[in-house]
């Protein structure tokens, strides 16, 4: 069988491997001439776990090309971004794809879409552009095949995930199970293909509001007078609870994306859409803290402690840390960025000791597992200031070096100044909606180098 993969990116690359290992010759197709180019010279464009080995396995029955030709099954692995302004999919990736293989497709052939897309994309979008070949339908082959695949993960996952196929009709499923059979090790589910869609965007929409409750529950913690990391422990054994962490902001290819995918064109939903500002807007809660601590230092400098989105990858698409920077520039703090994870960032990176030097506030936006071992006692900072996002410092280790440590979520280290001032908890508002709520105090009392933490 002859298979032509379209997108040799993190979703399409491992996949062409995974079916040439498994004994199909397979033609990898990509637009971007540095990754044909690159694989043609036995080289790997981008790093993952286990993707060498896999590499040596498929190279015989794997070659990469600019253009596709012809081919008994068609795979689509190509972006499908988000328009940052108007927050719709920009499908314009999957319609020149679509074309592409419009040129070459014959009767029987099979495509397949794995790339991300709106409930009804196949079929308004994908369909159409494919049956311009003078083929219908009727005679070929199609499914949707999402892909869970996590980068860090991604050749692991994608033979031992369970995986959904949405065909268009029983054959096209049959053929697709068929295909994927050589490889995924995981249950195969099949259904019909605008499910299959809407299937992979409610997966990521889930994990996002339920971040997003996790970011309140920090918030509403820290009015409280709670610690929330405690607090969800707590929750969490419950039975039927799970409360996910909170943190930063959420980042990535995919749940900072994909529910924008599943509302774009709902007149009636107002939860999806509530999470993501929720989740958009934690860079500038933690922005907020970090405000209040700095309050009255003079030329400010913060240093960033993970510019990754999460823990233990170098992946920085739609990081929290991205937002967080340009809100803190623009308010006159200096940046200062160290990630050991990142090469490639708009901003300059170092390493933890001349990021932290001089710096007035340590913020941690990753949880990168290295970050525990850090010993503050290596860093000259200017000021013991540190706030830890993640909950993931040893912050015995930081206070008896003398930092102040702000855990987000922690609301036992805020001291009950609210009631000092006049200041309601949260909780004790007046039903008087009249009467104005007054805000939280922007100097918090503590005292740095003290007990470090707030008195
Ligand atoms: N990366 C993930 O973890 C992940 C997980 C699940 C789903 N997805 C989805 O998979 C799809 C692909 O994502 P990705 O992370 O692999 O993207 P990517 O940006 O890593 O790679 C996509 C590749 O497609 C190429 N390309 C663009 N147009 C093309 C065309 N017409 N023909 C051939 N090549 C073309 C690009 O040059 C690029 O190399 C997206 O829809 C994404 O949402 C990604």
Redesign the pocket.
Known sequence: MKICV???????LPTALLLAAHGSNVVG????KS?VDCLNQGKLPFKEPGIEDLYLRAKDRFTAKSSPGNADVFLI????PLDPTTKISNLS?VR??AG?IADHIKEGDLVIL???VPPGTSERVVIPVLEKSGVAIRDFLYAHC??????GR?VQEMIYNNRIIGGYDRDSTDQAISLYQTFVRGEIYTTETRTAEFVKLMENTCRDVNVALANEFAKLAEECGVNVWEAITLANKHPRVSILNPGPGVGG??IAIDPWFLTENSTRCRMVSTAREVNDSMPNYVLYLTRNLLHGIKNPVISIFGVAYKGNIGDTRESPALKFIQLAENEGYAIRCHDPYVKDFPHPLMDAADAAAGSDCVVVLADHDCFQKTDPADLQVRTKFVIDTRNILDHERWIRQGFAVRVLGDGSQVPPIALEEDIPLAGLYSTDVTRPIATPPSVPLFTPGGRGRFL
């Open positions: 379209l997108g040799l990116g993190h979703i399409g197709v990509d637009v971007k990754v692995a190509v972006p499908t990736y020149r794809a592409m794995e790339s991300t999402p892909e869970r695949a996590i980068p991604t290819h995919c």
